[in-house]
Nanobody, 118 residues
Framework: EVQLVESGGGLVQPGGSLRLSCVASGFAFHGYGMTWVRQTPGKGLEWVSY???????GYADSVKGRFTISRDNTNNTVYLQLNSLKTEDTAMYYC????????????RGQGTQVTVSS
């Protein structure tokens, strides 16, 4: 059974930083790309970033230069470093198995809430 457990969210002021983690189990983590998506109330899933099994990365324009994705295959964990946070980054953040674009990220965790507010 695929399990994805996100953590690291919280309340932070604009300009602040957070590091999100996602621990995966139930599949061969090293062989899969991983994706981070986010969602705000009333909106669909928004693609944020991906990391391929070989370490290639991609970022949405809205987060490029501020967020960094990485992975630790030894500990089956994918990270998302969030820097220079803006109020519009407020959302529930999910990690997903595989490389997906948002609405097709079916295998994902329960999410971790990021709130950016002064």
């Amino acid at each position: 059974e695929v399990q994805l457990v996100e953590s690291g969210g919280g309340l932070v002021q604009p300009g602040g930083s957070l590091r999100l983690s996602c621990v995966a189990s139930g599949f061969a983590f090293h062989g899969y790309g991983m994706t981070w998506v986010r969602q705000t109330p009333g909106k669909g899933l928004e693609w944020v970033s991906y990391i391929g099994s070989s370490g290639t990365t991609g970022y949405a324009d809205s987060v490029k230069g501020r967020f960094t994705i990485s992975r630790d295959n030894t500990n089956n964990t994918v990270y998302l470093q969030l820097n220079s946070l803006k109020t519009e980054d407020t959302a529930m953040y999910y990690c997903a198995k595989g490389i997906c674009s948002g609405g097709d990220c079916y295998e994902r965790g329960q999410g971790t809430q990021v709130t950016v507010s002064s």
